[in-house]
């Protein structure tokens, strides 16, 4: 069986297979050997492999064999207004399949007010439904009150749960004050848990809105012009400052423009543990379509935080993920048809947001990042799975072609064309924002749980297939740093003497009353202070003068003033 050319490859079902002649590429190195999966693990690497018999064999003529994706950033069943995505945990991860991700992990969102729980257990079961490839769950915490508490312990020690995302923005829905955030940080810290944020400043947000909206413009420009790129970073900033002072991680989701990447930058080089996360549509196109004359298309981008309307951004933010400065890539995979984006035709706040990006992800980063000379192909690797396993303690079983870890494998052509087009994806979507544009690399096979589900631009999928992974909290990659910091930097008490000196006394501070009104501070209203006529006075410092019993005379004529005559009416 053969990987060169274009020739069909019949669907495999063996729980066993012999992948051969494929150059390795991990996050760390790369080099020439086979592989023997079987029962969905890879049980050997090397050379001249002594294998069972009737194994199927896949020969990769020098491909790169690469750990299968990992999507850190899903929406596949998120609410608005009471309609789901049209593509769910199914649609969704045969998308994912289709681009080489082998895993999601997607984002519960419960209602305000509504059981943590509850929303999990109905996560949990439309995925196990569902899902065509592994998965596994972030939490979002939508109220913050002493009961989630309980909930957030439950999930963690019982649950596999051990991310979670807290909300700066959507004012009077999910947003948190600072001081919640400051909380809920040091609860979730607590329990070891992957601090995530959306950060935008909400509460300027909705003032823009507002004065938008009362500017009559409704349509989705609306979107990012009250959502400017500054809210974003400034929410940023604020978010790393209170991990800051509680030393604890901060995982920044949907790194959507150049001013929020930068503060990201610049707190690690400062020491912070701070994560960056950008996703497909950050990477792989710009915010200039909220101005198309066609509204569809235009509300087709909007998702928040907004694409920026920078058309530098997608290169800018390629080439941080290049050097380190920010860490893992999800797709923010949330699809609503137009007519659901309709819904907010007349009102830009009303527009569902989401945008696709799970299947065009792996090849859009190959694209912007290798082709252009960014990153090589072991940084690849690490941005698209690798990272996203260590900092959610998946690694190795994910993230890595090692015996022992599960055979979830691409075997990836650098060189493959592929334009992408709603004519040809796997999404329910009618529409892409990435139409018409044309990627090099792609994946010619993919292989989930030891078994290849896609080959030759067909899918051979199982509803229901994907298994939930449970992750252990306090990944190591994360708190091992953190264990150390608490220990070195905790605050201490300066040792010194008691004080014996001399004490002011603080006089007692008597209960506020209206103090009684005075002649000299508080004249009656009654009695009004008499107003001196100062045309029938003299001028004195004092105010007093010896003759103010003697009556007033009405006038003086003065002939001759002393000086001289002043012409009171000239000013020249």
């Known amino acids: 069986m053969s990987y060169q050319g274009k020739k069909s490859i019949p669907h495999l079902t063996s729980d066993r ?19 023997y999966l079987e029962d969905g ?3 050997q690497i090397g050379e001249n492999l002594v294998v069972p018999g009737g194994v199927k064999t896949i020969e990769a003529h020098g491909r790169m064999v690469i750990p299968g994706g990992i999507d850190v950033n899903t929406y596949l069943l998120k609410p608005h207004l009471g309609i789901s995505t049209v593509d769910d945990f199914y649609q969704g991860t045969k998308a994912a399949l289709a681009g080489g991700t082998t895993m999601i992990i997607d984002h519960v969102v419960p209602e305000p007010g509504s059981s943590l729980l509850a929303a999990f257990e109905k996560w949990h079961e439309a995925a ?12 979002d915490i939508t109220n913050w009150n002493d009961g989630v508490k309980g909930e957030l312990e439950i999930l963690v020690q019982d649950k596999g749960i051990n991310s979670f995302q807290l909300y700066m923005a959507y004012r009077d829905q999910y947003q948190m004050s600072d001081s919640q955030l400051y909380e809920a940080f040091s609860f979730l810290k607590s329990l070891g848990a992957v601090i995530q944020v959306h950060a935008e400043n909400g509460d300027l947000i909705a003032q823009e809105q507002k004065r938008i909206l009362e500017m009559g413009i409704t349509g989705p420009e609306g979107h990012a012009l009250s959502r400017p790129e500054e809210l974003e970073a400034e929410a940023v900033f604020r978010a790393i400052t209170i991990a800051n002072r509680i030393n604890c991680p901060v995982y920044i989701t949907k790194v959507m423009s150049k001013s ?7 707190a690690r080089k400062k020491g912070s543990l701070t994560f960056g996360e950008p996703i497909t549509a950050s990477l792989g196109t710009d915010g200039s379509h909220y101005w198309s004359k066609n509204w569809a298309k235009a ?20 080439s941080l993920l290049a050097c380190g400065d920010m860490q893992v890539t999800g797709s923010g995979h949330c699809a609503y048809s137009t007519a659901q984006k309709a819904i907010g035709k007349d009102n830009f706040t009303q527009i569902p947001e989401g945008v696709n990006g799970v299947e065009e992800r792996m090849t859009i980063i190959w ?4 082709s252009s000379g960014k990153m090589d192909e072991n940084q690849f690797v690490s941005v698209t799975s690798s990272n996203a396993a260590k900092i959610f303690n998946l690694y190795p079983r994910k993230g890595r072609i090692a015996v022992g870890s599960d055979a979830d494998i691409i075997i990836w052509d650098p060189d493959k064309m592929k334009t992408v087009s709603a004519k040809s994806h796997k999404s329910a979507l009618e529409y892409n924002i990435f139409e018409g544009m044309e990627c090099h690399g792609a994946p ?30 306090f990944p190591e990659h994360i708190y091992q740093r953190i264990k150390i910091r608490n220990k070195v930097t905790s605050l201490n008490g300066v040792s010194r003497g008691m004080y014996d000196g001399p004490v002011h006394d603080i006089p007692a501070t008597p209960k506020y009353a209206t103090p009684a009104p005075s002649a000299k501070s508080s004249p009656s209203k ?20 010896k003759d103010d019993v003697n009556p007033r005379r009405t006038g003086h004529r003065i002939v001759a003033p002393p000086g001289g005559r002043s012409n009171i009416t000239s000013l020249g």
Request: hydrophobic share 35%; glycine share 6%.
């Open 526 to 545: 009654t009695h009004p202070p008499p107003i001196r006529n100062l045309h029938q006075s003299n001028f004195s410092l004092s105010g007093a003068h």
């Open 367 to 370: 694209e912007k990042g290798v």
């Open 128 to 139: 196990d439904t569902n899902s065509c490839c592994d998965y596994s769950l972030h939490v």
């Open 260 to 266: 929020a990447a930068d503060v990201i930058a610049q």
């Open 17 to 35: 297979l012999l992948i051969k002649g494929g150059r390795i590429v991990n996050e760390d190195q790369s080099f020439y050997a086979d592989l």
């Open 299 to 318: 509300a087709a981008f909007v998702t928040s935080p907004p694409l920026s309307p920078d058309p530098t951004t997608p290169d800018y933010l390629i």
């Open 444 to 473: 010619l096979a993919v292989i989930s749980q030891g078994r290849i589900v896609f080959e030759d631009g067909n899918l051979h999928v199982t509803k229901g297939n994907g298994r939930f992974i449970p992750r252990k909290p």
């Open 41 to 43: 693990i890879i049980k």
